[in-house]
């Protein structure tokens, strides 16, 4: 995974379960996989630590279910978590409209 992903991360994931409302880990993972057409892949290990910093940090909790047989943990957005996520978004927005006037100068003359 590479840098400008990895620190977008918490992100990425603030903004799918902002939009999703809970999903498990493995959801996670897909949705990433299915909206950038498998261009964007992430892996549990870069994942987990995430999630579980965000929980630490009261901004998701998790609850497991039992489906299949097999327990799910399912993470969801706190009402702190939702404001920092409405932030982060923003931020990361603005950052991405800004690095593409650098990278195509030519759309910022228009």
Known sequence: MNQHIKGSLSTIILKLLH?????????????????????????????????????????LTAETEKVEGRVRKYYKITPKGNEIAVDRIAELRAFAENLNLILNPKLALQ
Request: glycine fraction near 8%.
């Open 19 to 59: 939009d999703n409302g809970r999903m498990y880990g493995y959801e996670i993972t897909q949705k990433v996989k299915e909206i950038t057409q498998e261009d964007i892949q992430i892996t549990e290990g870069a994942l987990y630590p995430i999630l579980h910093k965000l929980e630490a940090e009261e901004i």
